[in-house]
C-alpha cells in the first residue's frame, strides 16, 4: 500500500472523491477487455492537466508506477496495473473543447468516447472515421495511445492517420505540444507519431486534435457468401485490382459463421465457408455503381449468394452479423484470448490455412474474423484459463501464430497495441536492433520507468 501521506497529497490534488481506496473500488480498475486482472493501490481521477503534472511529478519522486486508463477496453492488457501502484483514470476529462469547421479540426480531451466524437462532427455535416468496434466505450485518449483501428481503416486508414497534434504529459510532470492545427508541419522529430501507440508508457496524452473530413454523401453494404473460403479471398483481390476501395471488407469464417448463428438465430448459412461483408461509400451515383460492380465480381468469382441492402434495415441486419460476433464467440467457452496479427492482403489464404493448422494440432477452439480489406485478422482462442493444461496449448499456438504472421511478411498487432499480451513476443518483429532502439527511446524519456512499466517490454523496461 501507498504511505498515507502520498494518499493525502492525491486528495489534495484532485478532491477526496476522487481518489478510490477501498478494495472494492480498486479491484473495479484492475482489469481490461483481456482475461488478465491486477489490484492497484490508487485510483486517482484527475479532471484537467495541472493535477496530471502534480500526480506525475510527486509519483515521479517517489518512484511509483502509474498506469494510465481510458475505458479500459484494450485487448492487450495496455492500462492493467501490473505492478500496484496508481491508476489514473482519464475519463473525467471528456470534454470536446473545440469543432474548428473552417480548418476541420476538433480537439478534444484525452476522455471523450470515441462514438460521442463522431457523432456531433456528423451533426455538422463531418467525419470522424476511425471506428474500432468498442466505440460506443473506448475513448479517443485509449484510441490514440494503442492508434486504433477498425472496419474502416482499409479506406479511411487508422488513428494516427487522424492526429495532428497532441498535448502530453512528459513522466517528470513537464507539458510537450506537438503539432495543431496545421496540416503541415515538419519541425524536427515527428513526437505526435511518437506518441501516437506508444501504450501509455511514455507520457500521458491530455489534449488532442484531430483532422476531419467531409462526411461522405451515400453508403451502401452487401454480404456475400462462399462455399470456399479461398474465393472470398480472391475477391477481395479482384475489387481492389477493379479500382474500387471499399469502406469496409469483412471477413468471417466457418466457425465464427456458427457461433453468431448459435447465439442470435439470424438465419447466416452454416454451411458456407467465408462472409464477406462489403461497404462502399461516396457520391451517391458512384455508390451505387460501385455497389452493382462489387455485387457481380462477388458473383462471377464463386459467391453464391449475394444480398445487397436496399434500405436501412437490411444494412443493419447485415452489420449485426458482425457486431454480434465478440458477445457470440464467448458463449463457446469462458476465456476469449483475441489477437490481431495482419499480414499483406494477399497472404490472407495461407494464413488462413496456417492458422486452422496451428489450432487443429493443438487441439484449440479457434474462430477467424476481421478486416480482410488491409490483412488484419482477428483469431480468437476460445478457451478456459482455469485448466492449465489446455493453457499450456494456447501459449504454444500463439507463438506459432505470431511466427507464422511475422513468416508471411506480416505483424504481431494490427490495432490492439503490444501491451503485456505480447510483450514476450515483441523481438520475433522488431529484431535485436529494432527492439534496442524502443528501448532507449523509452529510457530516455522515463528513465524512473514510472509510466506504464512492464508494458511492450516486458520486464525488460526496468533499470
Ligand atoms: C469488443 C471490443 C472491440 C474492439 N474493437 C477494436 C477495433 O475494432 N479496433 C481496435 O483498434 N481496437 C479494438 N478494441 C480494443 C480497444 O477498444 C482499443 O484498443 C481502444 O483504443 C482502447 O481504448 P480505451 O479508452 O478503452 O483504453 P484503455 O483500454 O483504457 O487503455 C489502452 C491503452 O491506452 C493507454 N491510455 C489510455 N488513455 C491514455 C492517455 N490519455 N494517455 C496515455 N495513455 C493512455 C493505457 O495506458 C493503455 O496502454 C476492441 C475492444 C473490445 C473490447
Redesign the pocket.
Known sequence: MLDASIVAEMKRIVGGENVFTTLEERLCYGY??TPEAFLPDLVVRPDEVGEIQQILKLANKHLIPV??????????????PVKGGIV?D??R?DRILEIDEENLVAVVE??V??QHLQEEVEKRGLFYP??????K???????????????R?FKYG??RDYVLGLE?VTPQGEIVRTGGKTVKSVTGYDLTRL?TG?????????KIFLRLIPKPEAKKTLMAVYERLDDAANNVTMIIKKGIIPVTLELMDDRTIHCVEKHCKMGLPLDAEAILIIEVDGLKDLVEKQAAQIAELCRANGAREVKVAEDEKTRDEIWAARRAV??AVVQIKPTKI?E?VSVPRSQIPNMVRKLKEIASRYRLNLVIFG?AGDGNL?PNILCDKKDPEEMERVEKAIGELFQAAVELGGTLS????I?IMKAPYLKLETGEAGYDVMLAIKKALDPNNIL?PG?IFGSESNG
Open positions: 481490461d477487455s498506469f494510465p486508463r481510458g475505458a479500459g477496453t484494450g485487448l492487450s492488457g495496455g492500462s492493467l489514473l482519464l475519463t476529462m484525452p476522455g468516447i470515441t476511425p471506428d474500432p468496434a468498442s466505440l466505450t473506448s475513448t479517443l485518449g485509449g484510441n490514440v495511445a494503442e492508434c486504433a483501428g477498425g472496419p481503416a487508422v488513428t502530453v506518441y506508444s501504450e501509455g508508457t511514455l507520457g500521458v496524452i491530455t465478440s458477445a483475441s490481431d478486416h482477428h494490427g490495432e490492439h497495441g501491451g506504464n508494458k
